[in-house]
């Protein structure tokens, strides 16, 4: 199947502990993201990459470290979890830095719960 | 700076009725604008990707326009169904074609 993978789609951890969040997408677009969406439901860019290369830095902590080995993959290193750090993380991709032809694919969400 | 806004936030309709959510945005100069599905504790399902040359796309029941010169977007959905409780987000991209911002979303509740 062509999507936008994510792995774990469920994380519990406690805080101060460090975690990651694996990204995967077979098709073949060049820009990838990272989206936090709160409890209140609202989505918020995070990171944009785009042929290995940090787009967007959206005034997020440098505790989350976005990591792009290859242009198929995005992932997402969080140190020292506090939290608020707690959401749904959904990573997504576009054919180019705009999406204009094909649009945005998101992946299905990694729901993080710091205790 | 290119910020979405939705509304209504919530809306709840018997099943069979016709409805529009309506999507506005502040930067006029997008090239398209992308609505969304979002059922609970699940992932973002696109539903319509219209281009800024186009003034609406149609997918079944589902029917979204573009007017730019207003800054709005509607998504109308026909003859409703339970099966189109969800929540429904429209997002437009960033002045610098970055990324997409996103509004807070209409939940859909259709009973029956």
């Known amino acids: 199947d062509t999507a936008v993978s994510q792995t774990p789609k469920y994380l519990v951890t406690q805080m101060g502990n460090d975690k990651s969040i694996k990204c995967e997408q077979n098709?073949?677009?060049?820009?990838m993201y990272w989206y936090k969406q709160d409890s209140k439901k609202f989505l918020k860019i995070m990171f944009s990459y785009n042929n290995k290369e940090l787009i967007i830095n959206e005034t997020v902590p440098n505790r989350f470290s976005p990591k792009s080995p290859d242009k198929a993959h995005l992932n997402l290193h969080i140190n020292s979890l506090e939290l608020g750090d707690s959401a749904v993380y959904f990573c997504?991709?576009?054919?180019?830095?705009?999406?204009?032809?094909?649009?945005?694919?998101f992946g299905s969400g990694t729901r993080l719960t710091v205790v | 700076k290119q910020e979405v806004t939705q509304i209504p936030a919530a809306l709840s309709v018997p099943e069979g009725e016709n409805l529009v959510l309506n999507c506005s945005f502040t930067?006029?100069?997008?090239?398209?604008l992308q609505w969304f599905r979002q059922d609970p504790g699940k992932g973002l399902t696109s539903l319509l990707l219209i281009q800024s040359s186009q003034r609406e796309q149609t997918s079944g029941r589902l029917n979204a326009s573009l007017d730019k010169s207003s800054g709005r977007s509607t998504l109308y959905i026909a003859a409703s169904q339970p099966g189109d409780s969800a929540t429904y987000l429209c997002?437009?991209?960033?002045?610098?074609?970055?990324?997409?911002?996103f509004g807070k979303g209409t939940t859909l509740s259709v009973s029956s």
């Open positions: 930067d006029s100069a997008i090239y398209n």
């Open positions: 997002a437009g991209p960033n002045q610098a074609g970055t990324a997409l911002i």
């Open positions: 098709l073949g677009h060049d820009t």
């Open positions: 997504a991709s576009s054919p180019i830095g705009q999406g204009i032809l094909d649009g945005y694919t």
